[in-house]
């Protein structure tokens, strides 16, 4: 596709359910982000996909949460049990790493309410 | 890994005034680094970038940012803010094929 693309745009969950999240990057990136946004907060890291290279799961807050990238294209985060602390927007974001070409490029991002 | 802080939550200047977002990095390697802009009610979207070739960057909207390796900082200024300046502030540092952002800050222009 044209650009990085995050489904669903909006989620509101019942607090205890499972949620996934989706990202499309584009097509071709290798490397894969996912961040999360609270509300009046900043980014924070969540996980980082590189080729075929084991994640960098360093940012995943609790073990609730969990993400694979599927043929090193379409990725998915999934929350478990979701806490109303989970409520933010959920952002995708993939690069092409070729030497100065790094720039990062974002989905729209999820907004996950947990109600 | 390689890291970013942004000195400061929320900058508030006045119509006209000078911007300056603060952006320190730590990397072991030489890094690429990025500003990134958020609008209300947007997306992020590319700002400027640092690659090696100037140690001045010049971005959209008259911001620009300098490279200083002795400081390890690359802040942004833009000379006289506008209202339409108002949003939330990324630096992003890239090194070994990771980027990580910093914690944003947040500009409020005031007329």
């Known amino acids: 596709g044209a650009g990085v693309s995050q489904s669903p745009s909006n989620k509101v969950t019942e607090k205890g359910k499972d949620v996934e999240l989706r990202c499309d990057p584009i097509?071709?990136?290798?490397?894969l982000y996912w961040y999360r946004q609270s509300l009046g907060q900043g980014l924070e890291f969540l996980i980082y996909?590189?080729?075929?290279?084991?994640?960098?799961k360093s940012g995943l807050p609790s073990d609730r949460f969990s993400a694979e990238r599927t043929g090193g294209s379409v990725s998915t985060l999934t929350i478990q049990r979701t806490q109303q602390e989970d409520s933010a927007v959920y952002l995708c974001?993939?690069?092409?790493?070729?030497?100065?070409?790094?720039?990062?490029?974002f989905g729209q991002g999820t907004r996950l309410t947990v109600v | 890994a390689q890291s970013v802080t942004q000195l400061g939550s929320h900058v508030s200047v006045s119509e006209g005034a000078l911007v300056l977002l603060r952006c320190n990095y730590s990397?072991?390697?030489?890094?690429?680094l990025f500003w990134y802009v958020q609008y209300p009610n947007q997306g992020l979207q590319l700002l400027l970038k640092?690659?090696?070739?100037?140690?001045l960057v010049k971005g959209i909207n008259g911001f620009e940012a300098e490279f200083k390796k002795s400081e390890t900082s690359f802040h942004l200024t833009k000379p006289s803010a506008h209202m339409s300046d108002a949003a939330e502030y990324f630096c992003?540092?890239?090194?070994?094929?990771?980027?990580?952002f910093g914690a944003g800050t947040r500009l409020t222009v005031k007329p």
């Open positions: 974001a993939s690069s092409l790493i070729t030497g100065m070409n790094t720039e990062a490029f």
């Open positions: 097509s071709g990136h290798t490397a």
């Open positions: 996909f590189q080729g075929n290279s084991a994640p960098d």
């Open positions: 990397s072991s390697v030489p890094p690429y």
């Open positions: 640092y690659t090696s070739a100037a140690t």
């Open positions: 992003a540092v890239s090194a070994n094929n990771d980027m990580r």
